[in-house]
């Protein structure tokens, strides 16, 4: 336990002296991080650094951040592989036509940073993706598939 300061010393002498005390008695020798730098001290100064923190820490994507016209410009250069994902040629064209809905908002509500982006063609998407698909194996014929053998009431009414 450290000692009281003494009166009618200044506070900063009596810390200076503690310091060197503990330096002496070797208190400071194989600290963990001896020799290295100090992780924020070593990058220059950055105003934003709180930003980039909170977001590093709580692993935030970074397309949230950018202005809405960009983020769609991102998702309109990923559908091919959003559509890959796709089972159902209605679930492609709900995706396509959610995808133009908010293109039109985003041009006619063009507020803040403007890049141009222009709606997709439904159509020729729908056409790639059936194209890319695999296709579905042809289902047995009726002659192939064994007889359901048929109850009595089924043989007498029919």
């Known amino acids: 336990m ?3 300061k003494p009166p009618g ?4 002498d009596w810390v200076e002296a503690q310091i060197r005390q503990a330096q002496n008695r070797g208190e400071f020798d194989d600290l963990a991080g001896a020799g290295q730098p100090l992780h924020k001290l070593a990058d220059p100064h ?6 980039k923190d909170f977001i590093r820490r709580e692993k935030i994507e ?9 983020q769609l410009r991102k998702e309109k250069q990923q559908i091919t592989d959003k ?3 796709m089972r159902s040629e209605t679930e492609v064209r709900e995706y396509l036509q959610d995808l133009n809905k908010r293109i039109l908002l985003q041009i006619r509500d063009a507020t803040g940073v403007v890049v141009p982006v222009g709606p997709v063609d439904e159509e020729e998407f729908v056409e790639q993706w059936l194209q890319d698909r695999p296709q579905p194996e042809p289902a047995p014929e009726a002659s192939d598939r064994p007889q359901p053998k048929r109850s009595i009431w089924q043989r007498l009414f029919s």
């Open 9 to 12: 010393m200044r506070t900063e």
């Open 62 to 70: 970074a397309d949230v951040l950018l202005p809405p016209s960009v």
């Open 2 to 4: 450290t000692e009281r």
């Open 83 to 85: 559509l890959r994902k």
């Open 46 to 51: 950055d105003p934003d650094w709180w930003v």
